[in-house]
């Protein structure tokens, strides 16, 4: 059986709060610090899905910025996070990342998600009630193509046809995740299908996630799969040399892309529009301070030094740092060099061992 | 003011509130203002019900610190 290593691996991921107006350099960031990632011994650059809203906008395919990564990096693993799978048919996704696995020599990974904004599935109307079905099964038949074995479904005369998917990946198999941001059952459901995991803290504590991890684990094992799986944990990150000044650096821009993602928070966007003026600040600034102090990784190294270890006392096997929440792109570059001492960090204290 | 005046105030402000899910009375100072049922809107809406009684209202960065009916009551005895 193995051990868990002493230090969670590091990862990036993005979310970029951007307008939808014409600019130039809008993907700057994620080419810069993705190679800054590679060269640095980071494990992954996630990338999401997100659809017609600021939030995350610029990312409407994983896997087109896949492609850009598998030509810019050499080592690091590319990794949809996620493919909201009812937006897709299986077999695009096959195809496409079977591709992105060629060009980059077997570098994919990828983290599949239900999806859950009644908007998005404007692109697939007709599978939204089915969501969750439809994820599950399409996960099966991506994984079946993967390995090169058929699909079979409907041509265009209503026959029923086996295809196969050209090119074939370079992995003979596709490491799969879920996306496992809701109830305990999802991770469970993941434990029990042998899949890895990519949660967020967002409004739970590090104890509430302990949990989640631990059921996890437990239906992984019950269901016989080998290993524990791998746990990724993404968390809002900016690291710089002072505590006092980096909390002073993110607050404004972390108060703006809080109240751009309102409408996922618990609090939904219509309610947080109608609330006063005081209200609506005093709320963002203790949404700020909550994050702030118990779910992202902000501050000095040494002062994150601990999240880190708690998320990894809790579980977690990778954390993957949302760094485009906001700050400028020189400034979270130079942040980048702070984390990745963090990166390279051990706890400070490592418990004795009997 | 003493502790336990503190503590009937509270009590008087928490029976206002709609969002409560449990018997004010049975409210101890091990309570969990989660267990109570504020959510982050909530809590600031008894915090302001908190203020128009003892003119005090936390800074932000303590108030997410408080966790307990006790660490209100703590940081108001310390405050008044």
């Not at chain 1, 494990?43 to 017609?52: K, N």
């Not at chain 1, 850009?68 to 080592?75: C, D, P, W």
């Not at chain 1, 109307?125 to 079979?152: D, N, Q």
């Not at chain 2, 409560?20 to 302001?48: C, H, N, P, W």
Request: hydrophobic share 45%.
């Amino acid at each position: 059986m193995s051990s868990r290593a002493t230090w969670p691996s590091f990862s990036l991921l993005y979310f970029a709060n951007a307008p939808a107006e014409a600019e130039i350099g809008k993907f700057d960031l994620f080419r810069a610090s993705s190679r800054f990632a590679d060269e640095h011994d980071f494990e992954a650059v996630w990338i999401p899905e997100r659809h017609f809203h600021a939030f995350g906008g610029i990312f409407p395919n994983p896997s087109l910025m896949a492609v850009v990564l598998a030509e810019s990096t050499r080592r690091i693993r590319i990794r949809a996070g996620s493919v909201v799978m009812p937006l897709h048919h299986p077999v695009r996704v096959a195809e496409e990342w079977a591709v992105v696995d060629n060009l980059s020599q077997g570098r994919v990974d990828i983290a599949f998600a239900v999806g859950w904004n009644p908007n998005d599935f404007i692109i697939a109307p007709e599978r939204y009630k089915g969501r969750h079905r439809v994820t599950m099964e399409g996960i099966e038949a991506v994984r079946r193509m993967w390995r090169g074995e058929t699909f079979e479904g409907e041509n265009g005369e209503g026959q029923r046809v086996k295809i196969k998917v050209h090119p074939l990946p370079l992995q003979p198999e596709l490491n799969v995740w879920l996306t496992c941001s809701g109830g305990v059952a999802r991770f469970r459901e993941a434990g029990a299908a042998g899949f890895n995991i990519i949660t967020a803290l967002l409004f739970q504590k590090i104890d509430d996630l302990r949990e989640k991890i631990a059921a996890y684990r437990e239906a992984r094992a019950q269901a016989g799969h080998d290993g524990p799986g791998q746990v990724t944990l993404m968390l809002h990150a900016y690291v710089g040399t002072d505590e006092a000044r980096v909390k002073e650096a993110v607050r404004a821009p972390f108060k703006r892309y809080l109240e751009s993602s309102a409408d996922l928070w618990q609090v939904g966007e219509a309610r947080l529009m109608d609330l006063s003026e005081r209200k609506k600040a005093d709320m963002l600034e203790f949404a700020f301070e909550r994050y702030y102090q118990q779910t992202a990784l902000m501050g000095s190294v040494e002062s994150c030094r601990s999240m880190v270890a708690a998320v990894h006392a809790a579980g977690v096997d990778e954390v993957a740092c949302l760094i485009d929440f906001g700050l400028p792109f020189d400034q979270i570059m130079e942040g980048m060099h702070h984390l990745d001492v963090l990166r390279r960090a051990q706890p400070s204290s490592q418990p004795s061992t009997p | 003011m003493t502790k336990e005046a503190i503590t009937d105030e509270l009590r008087g402000l928490l029976r206002n509130q709609k969002q409560i899910k449990v018997d004010v009375d049975a409210i101890t100072l091990d309570t969990r203002f989660d267990q109570i049922g504020f959510d982050s809107l909530s809590i600031l809406d008894f915090m302001y019900d908190v203020e128009g009684r003892f003119d005090v209202f936390p800074e932000m960065s303590e108030l997410v610190k408080m966790e307990k009916v006790r660490d209100l009551i703590e940081y108001l005895e310390a405050q008044i």
